[in-house]
């Protein structure tokens, strides 16, 4: 159930996807960008393992002129040196997406690149639109059609309409988010202008980076990291930023006060190393664990965290107890897209091929496990099988989240609720389900204390406090 | 310079490339139809090399569900056996597509998949369109945004936008029909429908066949013959045929009286086994070839073609003039995609790597060559100095074809008039460029002859009589 | 059954398989050699589609450095651009091989290159040893392990083994030559050194060619011509060619009388363009199609021949017969290697897809059908089935070849008895399962007229007069 | 610099390379073992990315048939889902390489199929031979050829030659035991018995597995929990093994008093979840990192270990020291073959983009850094230079191995002498070049505490003491 740094470990996992990773940048000085987003897109690689694609421009060039390359596969898959070679420009935006099974197609990856009336316009979009269906249906009686079944076009074609009436791309993005209803973390490449929005709950980060005279806008500040950038600031929720060779104009009138960030982005989907609206990663998994060992207490020998997510958790809950940290698992990280699942009828476990225990480090041990969710109970009662097998005579397993009792209608692929094992177990019941000898989850009401305090989050998944009412229909698996 | 059987021969050739060739078939009896689009494909593919793709749904699932798979390459390149297997459908169409260097993508493969107002088309298209710059240019106008840089994508927003105020999508496509102006011939999937159309010039060929309960729509009767059925007969130029299982819907109302047959599909782009318009390719050509020795007799030992679109024409010419035919030409027929161009400095000769002379055949004989037409001039001099080496004492060349002097705006890539070796050279002077000891080309005033005496033909890259207006903008290189 | 132009017909021909073509070169201006190998090879890619490969080495560099790569597939297909350019080298052979299904495997491409006692040697054969089991085994009693199950490791080895015993690569090679038994084309390339040699009996081809200050080996003569060098002249049966920087030493010492030059060659497996052993491959089909026309007279109204090889033979006949010659089928020449092949209960007929006729060609005529052979027989009875539903009124097919009733040792792919259909059937009897109207084959005792009347030739494969005794265990199949 | 589980991490590291991994499966009740090969290979991949094969064999079917599939690439992309369907058997062995640049070639890859006098063997194999030149010129003498470059293929025809001599294949192996000197982990498959052998001194592991009725051996225990089989024991250093039917016959002949195992498998090469030779790798190096605590006290806040083979260390120094054990870094782990490593100018710094430092952990800290090794120096000169960017004050390395200062002939890939930062610095010296505040070796003498103070171990790479003469010319790089 480990996410970062993870190896597309589909097959063991209960894995929760996030939907995307976006990067751009916009160099003055007219370098190359093309292999900077290809190091951006890979440090973004943990938000989607599905597809990725770049698209650039030369500011210089002809209008309009963008180059394009997307492909299903990792980003060191789809971008050999050769496809990498035939891309040039000094503006350009980058897309990684989420890998599901089947229902992935080619015509579904991002960047998308539209020519509309006033020229050329390449977007990557991370989130998920509320209103989707009943936009697309509206645009379709005016005729409109359809090449794609992602939220994205429908975002292009609003952008397209709107620039009919208004005098700049940018005010055209802010009438087109007027219409949109969700969850957006946008970049927007015009022939001569990188434009970024996010928007007004802020459920998916977006932060600004600066590098010599290049300009950055990326999901994660590790993908500034990866590149050499410096952080400047995060784009706030309702902001659109427009990157131009005059400086960054900043609109922030569909800025609202209810803010509604995606607490599981701290929890699981961020990098450790990254840093998002003023609060670290990794500080906020410590302090899960910290929580962790404060609520749900026992005695044991020692703590140890599924990785990689658990980790941060389990070194919190190890501060906070005096209990010492451990590590109880070795992790084969060679899984590639292409890694063959064993069959049910093998008896190579697939859990055990991708994370065997260290014995020496569990036997005749009282464990506490630190893992970040439970979604259907399988993965993690293997792992509690796993350790007892080893020799750990009790194993406490702690998540570092509540229970997922609720979907996500906001770009996360939560599994709808007959699917989730806390939908209709008791934490009692579950505890027994996977074998733990006890079993604690962080409550909902403490969550705000891994961030500062800070209430501005979202946390439906656990509560149903939805910040934006869901849709009738379920809209999900449509997301950028 | 010469085509079918052909083989990819961008390189040596002065190759005119054909726009598309089209596919579609529905089979009333749930079978499959999936291997049957690919072979009839394979069997056009001499139409386009550039990329393919196929498109099928079932009309027993659920409504608007179509699978596609497109790429750049060959038919049996792009579709290996697991590709195939994944698509399923008892209706589909399939699309080649031509290859030129660099400009081609896989956004701009065929079919086009949109989803509109009233669920899922699906395009196939064999033209190019005079007013489909106006047309974006309109249609941006309110608001639309394009994907791909095909005329097809235009073709496909007006029939989405007409299908709001009609009650069938093939009245949708008759009032498409009445805004897009230009060559084309289309096949259209709707969920229960398979819908061909041609426009009222009818530049290029579409017809119908049948096989069982199966019905089909074919650019070339080649395909036909491939796949088993049987011809039924030619989609009308301005017809639009419904086929469903209720049957042939014929709409007729588009049609006009004047007609505008491509004359160049007889003489050089089809496959000589196909029947066009009730004329059949083969015979056509070698009516070219005795109309050549009628009208630019010589004296000479033997009539050799260049293979492979020479060799009907150079028997007809035999025919006509009593010389022996003979063969004097080996082609290696394994050029593929990723043939190695030898360089410049290089000592081989790409066209003997690709085309070597039976000296046995020519030497110390007077030689008449038959080549169906002269585009830069390059590869005739290369050829005919080819059969002087091998000691031909001389080489009379006969091309069955007017010289080129106009571009074609109605999907044919013949470039423009400067790259013409015609445009600025007599026909002596072209003898002389080329080495030969004597020119002929047909006559345009007799490029009827080779058609029954018919004169719905055009001819315009001949004559410049141009059937619709040329654009002021060079819209060339949008083909579908 | 048809072979050149070929397309890799394995799925609807009874193709008969040549084992192999074999090219070598040695600059001695120290040009690189690896594109013109190529292109050498790609003009022999009919001897064989299975695999290819290329070893070069630099004369000027480390004594022994051979680069090398071969893999499964066809010249264009295994050397792309990037493979071919890590390729460096003044010397250098190279190696096609035939292709049947499942037994290829890539250990058993050639060249060879191996490392013995003396440095670095690298071997391309075309032919099959008729002792290899037994050398093999002698071998083996010496501790001798093999990693192939080709021949030519045998040659390899014993070729080692000798240089230990002589002074020089190319007096080992002839010491080896009076263990090896059977026949073989050899092109060897030590680190200085180019060497040639031909069995005894000169089973299959290998000429001497010419291009400013280098030197070739070469299956055939138009590999040459595509390389634009000069023929220089054949290597002699028996005789051992070496070339270096001091010219072309000639070891006549294994050359007998009695030879058997493989007839085949000239009926079926070599380029018409080709020359060997002094006689015009084209002219030997021209002359085979008079001697039909002479031995098996009848009255029609066409000759026409079954695309490629069948082409000749049939101009033949018409010269001789003065029936007009004429074209009944157009052939699809995009076959690649993974073209799907239909299944037995597709309507599609594999033949249909790759050969159609000219129904307006044939159709009410009395048609004489040329073909260079049949195997069992399927093939030809559906080109004649495919020929009278197209309208033909009579088929008399005629072959330019005796019936196939016995086994090749030699190097030839001729199936077992049973399998081929003359085997045990009369030709009245073939004449009726394939639904000709007459069948008529080349007379065994008539085959030389179609080599001026030269005696040396091996014909065994007609009429059991073996050359070399056949084995008693069949060592077929592990021909180079 | 780190190694398990790793990531290809060629670029960034210094990495020391492994030679191989081979593992062995005979099952006895027929299941086919081909995919059980194949998570057994994948869990032994840290020990060779460069190339993989597995080797299979039906003990039922026709005697002496192997089916065998190696390439270049790592487990997952050699052996897709196609590959892998192809191999069948239900005895096999297989055999990871490892990845240098350039030199490496398809031919070396394992395991080597040969055929034989008497029938035919595969072999796997992890070492180095001391002697294998002399072998390789001893057997050339004999005119003996070789096509690969590998020892592997020394060993197997010795095998082949003794078995001239002797009743059975492990006799023959015996014996060529008895000529072949240096370090070999083996494992042979013959027609219906596994065997596996050991040199004396029992340099690499080797290991025997059970699940029910199936027998394994294995460089590493871990890759016998993958496949969910048991530890049966390890084999002894210079014993044979002979796995059929009838049981497990262990030759003790050859085995000796003096033993050498690498010490450096613990430290750096082996899976810490592995056990070898009774000791467990984990252990081992928490030992070795309470060493460096003891040895090296330094007044500090934290504790780091360089992902991954450092964390047990840091560990182990934490536990020792009592100062925190703390996570300062995030690792990119989708680091795949083809991953474009940044040139020399780009500012992305290769190590930034695979390895980042959590700022949050390390800021204002007084930072004890844990690494396995100090090769050139570069990697770890960025490392610290990235955490003194991030806020540590103080930066002390403590390395868990003595300074590298002999090359390894035993299957190691240590550079040179001039290459090791250690060869002409004193650590005092290489301590300021790296940028640390205080730098700590483990001492050479205290290196047995790692490994209950069992002397039994190769040390030869820190002390010179090498257990077998070095020869004198350089003969690595021929590894199995």
Redesign the interface.
Known sequence: MKK????NEIEISEGLHEECGVFGVYDFDYNDVT??I??GL??L??RGQESCGIAVSDTKGPKGKVE?YKDMG????V???EK?ERLHGNIGIGHVRYSTAGSSTR?NAQP??????KGTLALAHNGNLLNALEL??EL????????T?IDS?VI??HI??ER?NVSSVELAVKNAMKKIKGAYSLIIMSPRKLIGARDPFGFHPLCIGK?DNAYFLSSET?AL????AEFVRDVLPGEIVTITPDGIMSDLSMCQEKKAKCIFEYIYFA???SNMDGI?V??SRIMAGRILAKSYPVEADLVVGVPESG??AA?GYS?ESGI????AF???????R???K?KQE????SV??KL??????VRGKRIIMIDDSIVRGTTSERIVKMLKSAGATEVHVRISSPPFLNPCYYGTDIPSGEQLIAYNHTVEEIGDMIGADSLGYIDANRLSEMVHGNLDFCDACFTGNYPIEPPVIDIRGTQG
Chains 1, 2, 3, 4 share one sequence.
């Open positions: 970062y740094p993870m190896d292999s900077t290809y190091y890979f440090a690689q943990h394009l990792l980003v060191n898959e971008f050999t040196p990498l015509e998308l690149v539209i020519n509309y009336v697309r249906e379709s009686y005016t005729g409109a059609i359809f090449q079944t076009e292009a074609y397209a309409r009919l590098r590790c990291d990866a590149v050499d990098r450790p190393d670290s990794y500080e980790n941060a070194l501060m010492p940290y451990g590590m070795v992790k084969n990280g060679y899984v590639g292409t890694f063959i064993p093998q008896r190579e476990t055990r091929i065997n225990v260290l014995a020496e480090v």
